[in-house]
């Protein structure tokens, strides 16, 4: 299973023992508005981490759990996985590839999300080479959508995804590559 590092993060393929943390975030109702609505019960936050793992063991990719280099602590989960039309089974690899991010509250507003999100989709074009990559929110989510102008996706506008109406956003090889450059430049 693939272990990626940043300047302040550790990715770990999250897994039982990222259940404390993992837990903490999805019961925090304001993590949770714009996902599911509501906080999560512990037996469906370990019904979510052992769908990961076979999502990892299938497919080599799914959540990590985001942890603080210098603490240890658990600061959020990031995904690449296969987006979904509906709610058909996973994993399903005719979908295009996602990338995702959630943070505990306290860690909200200090780059995690886009450092994350970058590491992740270098990961995705440099071993998958996918043609894009997209990336999804609830309309809402004024935050998610601005992390996803940051790190240099275009609006594709709104989509149906999971079921559900999603702003969408998306970027191809040479969109992501630029991106990368002007950031790195500036």
């Known amino acids: ?18 259940f404390d ?22 037996d469906e936050t370990r019904a979510v981490i052992e ?18 280099r210098e603490s ?17 089974p996973l994993p399903d690899r ?29 990961h995705a074009f440099d071993t998958l080479s996918p043609p894009e990559i997209l990336a999804v929110c609830n309309p809402a989510n004024t935050a998610s959508s601005g992390v996803m102008r940051r790190i240099g996706m275009r609006d594709r506008g709104v989509q149906r995804w ?3 109406a999603q702003t969408t956003y998306g970027a191809t090889a040479e969109e992501w590559r630029a991106a990368r450059a002007a950031r790195a430049g500036a």
Not at 26 to 41: A, C, H, I, K, Q
Not at 72 to 88: D, K, T
């Open 94 to 122: 005719d979908c295009p590839l996602e990338i995702g991010w959630r943070l505990r509250r306290e860690h909200w507003g200090k780059g995690y999300a886009s450092e994350a999100a970058f590491a992740i989709g270098d």
């Open 162 to 164: 999971y079921g559900m």
């Open 72 to 88: 240890g602590e658990l600061v959020g989960a990031a995904a690449l996985q296969n987006l979904r039309r509906e709610m058909q």
């Open 21 to 42: 943390g993992f837990h903490a975030m999805n019961s925090d109702p304001e993590v949770m508005r714009y996902l599911s609505g509501r906080p999560e019960t512990p």
């Open 1 to 18: 299973m693939t272990l990626l590092t940043t300047q302040r993060l550790r990715f770990e393929p999250l897994s039982d023992a990222h």
């Open 51 to 68: 769908r990961v793992k076979a999502r990892w063991a299938d497919t080599g990719y799914s959540w990590w759990a985001l942890l603080s």
